[in-house]
């Protein structure tokens, strides 16, 4: 079984910085292997697409309202994928889901985290 486990979530000004992290463990699971990403969800709307890395040479690919200020990376010896979020806007605000083995059109993946709420004041 693979656990996603996200950390750096909170409570941040408009304009302000966060950087999301996912773990990820599980038997002969590698990050490497599997496109991970971000999801999140708003109040009252539905989940999103945020951004991907693709297993693949690594590369990347955002949703048009988060691009040029969200930045997805990943630490293949630690298992980790990171969310560098910059420019944080209100509209940011929701609750992130760390996710492995994404299908963008869909919409959906193999594993998900159990998510953690960003707040972005105003």
């Known amino acids: 079984q693979v656990q996603l486990v996200e950390s750096g979530g909170g409570l941040v000004q408009a304009g302000g910085s966060l950087r999301l992290s996912c773990a990820a463990s599980?038997?002969?699971?590698?990050?490497?292997?599997?496109?991970m990403g971000w999801f999140r969800q708003a109040p009252g709307k539905e989940r999103e697409f945020v951004a991907v890395i693709r297993w693949s040479g690594g590369s990347t690919d955002y949703a048009d309202s988060v691009k040029g200020r969200f930045t997805i990376s990943r630490d293949n010896a630690k298992n980790t994928v990171y969310l560098q979020m910059n420019s944080l806007k209100p509209e940011d605000t929701a609750v992130y889901y760390c996710?492995?083995?994404?299908?963008?059109?869909?919409?959906?993946?193999?594993?998900w985290g159990q998510g953690m709420q960003v707040t972005v004041s105003s």
């Open positions: 599980g038997r002969s699971f590698s990050i490497s292997s599997v496109g």
């Open positions: 996710a492995a083995g994404i299908d963008i059109p869909t919409q959906t993946a193999d594993y």
